[in-house]
């Protein structure tokens, strides 16, 4: 139960998010709730969703669940939950929008929550199970993920933002979410080579981080200058 | 109108003690009906698992009162807001009875309808979990609803 090294990754992929929101937040105004908002708001995105994943195995059986055409679908779902959500939280909660630090605690609280669930709870259930067999190395992988999927989910929040001022943002947030989605899987379904997974999924974050900066160049003069 | 930012923060705070009920109850009802807990997950799964049933329901044991107190949390957090934005269509003259009018209507939605689900593990279970949903629900109403009043009333005019 108290394998430090497994600890060691779920403080890796936990921990980052936790301090950069710490730093750029210092809990001022309403950015502890914009962070939780977050949690919330992903929180929802996936039990809205579920009815919608399960019915395709409930009709083809359990086998349809590697196939492409499902693969594809589940994560276009994710791609449009979560982003309509964020989109409708973004537009509809005032102190979201209030300033980037706002705007970032959502992302943040969004990635941080889905981490803890997905990836902390999973760990601490294998280490509960007793699955000695799991190192250190094999659990890394993970952790770094969900530091690619925090820096995503902050990213795309910022986008999100920018789609109140231009709708073909939110279409494009949809995609590259399905986009990053799909690809993991079929990558690492296909190579079965963990880390060259987690070397294009961090490219593909990185790719992302360029669109914002053109998105970011193309609006900067029409949002206001006291929001971002 | 109400004010959603101010439900929102009054929801977090009475989230947090909601969630801490949660998870208490949670752990104790499964401590209790372990038996019956063993019983369900066995019938659910296969049995050929490598992996005891009693590993998973000690797995089950640990991991249910941190995802309910989570719960508590951003669900507190969700539901506060909803309460500060709807706060003017709630009967009620003061907080004591808003807070018990939204806390019944809460409880009806997430324990007694979507609640219906526990009733493939028996009405035993259903039941249990009709009662403690209305002491946290309860508390947690009008904990928000004292917590709203307090903060909206800190607000110059």
Redesign the interface.
């Known amino acids: 139960m108290f394998d430090l090294p497994i600890w060691f990754t779920i403080t890796i992929a936990l921990i980052p998010a936790l301090f950069f929101f710490l730093y750029i937040s210092r809990l001022k105004e309403n950015t502890l709730l914009a962070f939780i908002l977050g949690g919330g708001c992903w929180f929802i995105a996936l039990i809205a969703r579920l009815p919608l994943i399960q019915l395709p195995i409930i009709f083809y059986g359990e086998n349809f669940s590697s196939n492409l055409l499902y693969l594809s679908y589940t994560s276009l779902l994710a791609g449009f939950f979560e982003e309509n959500i964020r989109y409708f939280c973004i537009k509809k909660i005032h102190f979201v929008r209030k300033d980037l630090k706002h705007v970032l605690s959502l992302g943040l609280g969004w990635g941080f929550i889905e981490a803890f669930l997905l990836y902390g709870l999973n760990v601490i259930a294998l280490l509960i199970l007793n699955m000695e067999s799991l190192t250190f190395m094999q659990l890394l992988p993970g952790a770094l993920e969900r530091n690619f999927a925090i820096i995503f989910h902050s990213i795309i929040s910022i986008i999100i933002y920018y789609a109140l001022f231009s709708k073909a943002l939110l279409f494009l947030s949809i995609l590259l979410h399905t986009i990053l989605n799909l690809s993991a899987i079929l990558i690492l379904l296909y190579t079965e080579n963990v880390w060259f997974t987690e070397a294009i999924i961090f490219i593909f974050v990185i790719f992302v981080v360029f669109i914002y900066l053109i998105i970011y160049r193309k609006f900067q003069n029409q949002v206001s200058k006291n929001l971002l | 109108m109400g004010n959603?930012?101010i439900g929102?923060?009054a929801g977090?705070i009475s989230g947090i003690f909601y969630g801490l009920l949660s998870a208490i109850l949670t752990y104790i009802t499964l401590s209790f009906m372990k038996e019956q807990i063993i019983g369900i997950i066995s019938s659910l799964l296969p049995s050929n698992l490598p992996?005891s049933i009693e590993?998973?329901f000690?797995?089950a044991l640990?991991?249910s009162p941190?995802?309910s107190f989570?719960?508590g949390?951003?669900?507190g957090?969700?539901l506060g807001?909803i309460y500060g934005w709807i706060y003017e269509k709630i009967p009620g003259k003061n907080f004591l009875i808003k807070g018990l009018f939204f806390s019944i209507i809460v409880w009806f939605i997430l324990s007694v309808i979507l609640g219906l689900g526990n009733l493939q593990y028996g009405i035993m279970y259903y039941s249990i979990n009709l009662l403690l949903g209305l002491i946290t629900t309860i508390v947690y109403g009008i904990l928000l609803s004292f917590l709203y009043e307090k903060f909206i009333s800190k607000i110059p005019k």
């Open positions: 959603v930012t929102a923060k977090v992996i590993k998973i000690e797995m640990f991991i941190i995802v989570l719960i949390i951003i669900g957090l969700i807001a």
